[in-house]
């Protein structure tokens, strides 16, 4: 069982930086793939970006790729998203997710979710 909180939301004004963290319990966090997704009201929710268990394979949704970067610590078991250059379509609920196969972009493939961190940017 893999616990997950999300932390670091807020409300930032256009072309302003947030940094989200996502601290996990648990004994086997290195061999998780970690996702960041996030749901805009009326809207599905949609990948954002990915880590391999190891931190070497990324990917990123194409309306992130150059702004935004995931990054974890397997030592402190915590994921981070850092979002750079903001824009109000970033604006959502953001979830970090856990799972224990490849590292991957759709949400039914991971077992294990937070409750989510909202993201409201300003124009």
């Known amino acids: 069982q893999v616990q997950l909180v999300e932390a670091g939301g807020g409300l930032v004004q256009a072309g302003g930086s947030l940094r989200l963290s996502c601290a996990a319990s648990g004994r086997t966090f290195s061999s998780y793939s970690m996702g960041w997704f996030r749901q805009a009201p009326g809207k599905e929710r949609e990948f954002v970006a990915a880590?391999?268990?190891?931190?070497?394979?990324?990917y990123y949704a194409d309306s992130v790729k150059g702004r935004f970067t995931i990054s974890r610590d397997n030592a402190k078991k915590t994921v981070y998203l850092l979002m750079n250059s903001l824009k109000p379509e970033d604006t959502a609920v953001y979830y970090c997710?856990?799972?224990?196969?490849?590292?991957?972009?759709?949400?039914?493939?991971?077992?294990?979710w937070g409750q989510g961190t909202q993201v409201t940017v300003s124009s």
């Open positions: 997710a856990a799972e224990s196969g490849a590292i991957a972009a759709i949400p039914d493939a991971y077992d294990y």
């Open positions: 880590a391999s268990g190891t931190g070497i394979i990324k």
